[in-house]
């Protein structure tokens, strides 16, 4: 069902991932994803899977939860996985008309396909182990140097809030006017794409105009909650950087350490 | 004391057609009223005869049109004084959804402090005390879109109630609920004014009027009937007139004063109905 | 004529969160019945609605209408949709058309009918719906005011000539007036022809008042089945599953446990008064 999609929800806990400053997060997923793309050889994804691995069970996120927030996305690495495979060239070890496979295609697919998996799992790690407050609050401080320059760091950061607490609420509108326009005799699934495309009106429409209404409402709310207020914001919860952050920005320069050391002396 | 006083308040909603002029409809037309500090009054009304409106005109959100609307004796049109009213009137709207602004519980409570600028030590506390105030603590690491209905409008009072102040206007707070929810809220509402916030409660629901000191009738923008519950909920043809009806013990009642059978004029509950008829 | 034998869904199965929706649902409604669901919130009553016209596949059991086994893979889904109509909770959300008379043949056109039909259709059951058609056709139905975007809403499934309707509360958010008339409406179109009407309800007063029949629902299974009289009867079921009594009904059962003599179980105000005058004189 639509509303099983976990991708880029929190799991509360109070692991000592759960703990550690959302800038830090931030800021090793960002240095995790680069590397993931630094890497060029097996043995490298292997590094990263061990420390991704470690996160995972210190986190103590399930693995159940973990799993369900890639399904969405399978259908997307299938898809990469298939234009690699087919479509480059090289030592060719299996062929039926105009299709082939090569070994090239064969190891590009497995590579896009392991560092895929990583990058997405390793990034659902970060928000599935920091409050969405955590997330944005990190964020907007991380991009407020770049304020003197006119970026809207606060702003921006607003409605990254926004768009994480409203993902499940229109997933569900999603879900009940797709049964409302089923009942009506709606069909998603015969015919062309132009025909199913066309079939998707009766949903866009209506969830367009809840989109609007959410919105109305909620931008009423929050004035009437003093938003936009002439006097400074404060948090409950101010983001302060303890000798936890230390330790794990020293074991992921270890990480980073690693990967440089494996792609420099292996290469 | 009063704490809300509207004088002689018009509203216009101003709208361009498409041939580009502008039209304006009058959803409010020339009200006066007083609300007193610490009083519990409910607004009933039909569907578009102003009540939201009005209510939106109680902490600034809107601003008269011609005339004043006046809270703890701040104009609300001096635009300056803008935040001093919203910190004094909250407001909790009908939609449980559409109000929450984060995914966790807690950091939605502490959203309104936070936009005044209050101390972190201290959102930490009103959070904590608003919380269980409507006995949601329990909540308070939870994503709101896995709460039933009543218990996100528990967490959007909360976040009302975190910004301490005077008076709390509930714009149609139980019209999405199922009855438990309902009665959930109503009675956070109804401990709220017991500690002294002024509560205006805005309902389809006669019931839910009949349990505050004053109430409010309004159609076609304008205020027809004024009183407390026991002398609004007597003129039930009245009522009818504004597509509006009588609690059921009322309605029993009057049912039986016209079979020849004897009853104070003055029944709203069922606890006095019974009371009477086995006397 | 439907029937529901044997119901059972699951939902997340095999997750450890699964959770039985319905456990061995079995009831019966007949044509020109009409049927009330009540049941708390999360007791299975929106499952089993959404079981009657497919949306949702039972694990085990089925759901025969006039003789067609819906929950049959076989079974079109356009054969399903012209026995049963289901009108949601705020169905005005789903309107989407230019005009009302557009949004309105939605339905009968996906169900494949004439042109000729579908405008006969469409100008009927706008005017079921209590709308004048010819003023109302050409407007957007964004432009009504909430009450009769609802009646479009409700002229959309009507429009589908379903055998069996169901409305999932269908006063909801409504004053006290508009509230009265759109059950009004209901009564009117069950009162045409022999349709089972299926409406689902927190509303106890105009459960008792309008239902031949009242189902209720609690924990996924069926718990009763009988006349009004006979499920507002059994008052401290009806409260451990959190669920009140009509307000006549609660009225008179206060003063029978006041010593006051009415045996009868009152469903609405009038009878109400009825038996405690008997009594006081």
Known sequence: MIRDITLGQYYPGSSWIHKLDPRVKILATLLYIVALFVIHKFSGFIVAFVALEAVIIISKVPRKFIWRGLKPVLLIIAF???????????EVLWQMGFLHITREGLRTAAFMGIRLVLLIIGSSMLTLTTRPIG??????????PFKKLGLPAHELAMMMTIALRFIPTLLEETDKIIKAQQARGADFESGNILRRAKALVPILVPLFISAFRIAQDLAMAMEARCYGGSVKRTRMNEMKMGSRDLVAALLFMVFLALIILQRVFMG | MEFIKADKLTFEYKKTND????????????????????SFVAIIGQNGSGKSTLAKNMNALLIPTTGKMYVDGIDTSDLTRLWDVRQRVAMVFQNPDNQIVSAIVEDDVAFGPENIGVDPAEIRQRVDAALSGVEMSDYRKKAPHLLSGGQKQKIAIAGA??????????????AMLDPAGRQEVLNV?????????????????????????????????E??????????????????????????????ASALREKGIELPEDILTTEVLVEELIK | MIEVKNLTHIYSEDLPHQQKALEDVSFTAGDGEFVGIIGHTGSGKSTLLQHLNGLLKPKTGTI????????????????????VGLVFQYPEYQLFEETVAKDVAFGPKNLGLSQEEIDERVRQSITAVGLDYDAIKNMSPFELSGGQKRRVAIAGVIAMNPDVLILDEPTAGLNPKAHQDILNLVTGIHGQGNRTVILVSHNMNDIARICDRVLVMDKGRLAMNGTPKEVFAREEELKSMGLALPDAAEITSRLRKAGMNINEICLTIEEAAEEIAKVRK
């Not at chain 2, 500690?195 to 923008?221: C, K, P, S, Y």
């Open chain 3, 64 to 83: 025969i209408v006039d003789g067609l086994d819906i929950t049959d893979k076989k079974t079109s889904m356009i054969e399903v949709r012209k026995k």
């Open chain 1, 80 to 90: 990469t996985l298939l234009i690699n495979m087919f479509m480059i060239k090289g």
């Open chain 2, 189 to 221: 509402i109804r401990k709220l004014n017991a500690r002294g916030i002024t509560a205006i409660l805005i309902t389809h629901f006669m019931e839910e009027a009949a349990q505050a000191d004053q109430i409010l009738v309004m159609d076609n923008g």
């Open chain 2, 161 to 174: 109630v975190a910004m301490e102040p005077e008076c709390i206007v509930f714009d149609e707070p139980t």
């Open chain 1, 135 to 144: 997330l944005t609050d990190g964020i907007e401080a991380l991009l407020s």
């Open chain 2, 19 to 38: 041939a580009g002029q502008e039209i304006s409809t009058e959803a409010i037309k020339g009200v006066s009223f007083s609300i007193e500090k610490g």
């Open chain 2, 223 to 252: 205020i027809k009937m004024e009183g407390s519950p026991k002398e609004i909920f007597r003129r039930a043809d009245e009522l009818k007139a504004f597509c509006l009806d009588v609690p059921a013990p009322v309605a029993l």
